[in-house]
C-alpha cells in the first residue's frame, strides 16, 4: 500500500491477503520496504497492464497503488486494498507514491492533477496522448507548485527519441538544399487518432530546425513548398510504424521505426523515470520534445 497513505475516507475498502510466490535467491532481493512505490494511472489499458507485468519482477520498483476513473487499488507487501476513487483517496495514495506514471486519456490525466494540490516532490512520467495546451499549462503550473519533475512524452521508445534526433540532424542539413519531407504512419485499425502524436512529434521537431515550414496532414496535389507532410494509415494489428523521408530530385533518405511489441514502450517508461529523477530539476515539466533538445 502507498507509503504514507491514509484510507479514512468514507469509502469502503475491500483488503484481501496476498502470498508471494518468488523463489528469487535472498542474496540478489531488494528488500520489499527499499523498493520505491509507484502509482499507477490508467492501469487498466494496454500500456498499464504491461507495466504492470514488468512491476512484478522489478528489482527497485514496486506497484503501489493501481487507479482507473473509478477504482484505486493499493498494496503492500502482504495486503490488497480496493476502493472507489474519490478526490480525498486519490490525494492520500499519491502522496504515499514516490513515482506516478500515467497513461489513460486527456480526460483521465485531467482528472489526476486535480489531486494533485497536497502532493509533493514527485516524480512523473505521462504517457498520455493528445494533451491540450491548457492542461499542458496546468500541469507545468502543478510542477512548480509541488516541487514535482514531470516528463510529458506521447512515446517512450528510446528508439523513437533516438529517431528524433537524427530527424532533427537531417532535416536541418536536407531542407536547406531543397530536400522534401514527408513522413507516414502506420497503426492497428482500431487506433482512434490520426495522425499519431508520434508523427506530430517528428514533425514538430524538425520543423524548429526549418524556418517559415508548416506541417501538412494528409495533403493532396501539388505540394506546398517547405512544408513538412504527415500521411496515416489504418489497417491490420500494426502496432506502430513510422517513416520519415527526405526526398530529392535524384535521390531519397528515410529513417524509420518499427515497433515490434508493446513491450518497448512499457520497458522504455519504467528506464524514462529513472532518467528523468536524475537530470529534472524539481519544479519543471517538460514536453519530450524540449527534454530531448536539451
Known sequence: MARGAKMDNGSKTKTTSKQSTSKQSSSKKVPYTTKQQVLLFGATGRMGLEITELLKKHRTL???AAVT???ITAFDEEHMAILKNTPKALTAVLQGADIIIDFSSPAGT????KSFADVKDKVV???TTGLPEKLQSEIRAAAKHGGHKILMAGNTSFGVSTLAKLAVIAAKNLA?????????ETHHHLKADSPSGTA??????????IPDSKIIFNGSG????GSIGIHSIRGGGVIGDHDIRFISES???CLSHRALNRSLFAKGALNLVAEIALTLKPGTARALRDYILE
Do not use: W
Request: aromatic content about 10%.
Open 69 to 71: 476513473l473509478t477504482e
Open 125 to 127: 512520467l505521462i504517457g
Open 222 to 225: 501539388k505540394r506546398v513548398p
Open 200 to 209: 506530430i512529434f517528428f514533425a514538430e521537431m524538425m520543423q524548429r530546425t
Open 110 to 113: 485531467a482528472s489526476l492533477f
Open 62 to 64: 514496486r506497484l503501489g
Open 251 to 253: 535521390e531519397e533518405i
Open 176 to 184: 536547406a538544399i531543397g530536400f522534401d519531407i514527408e513522413i507516414t
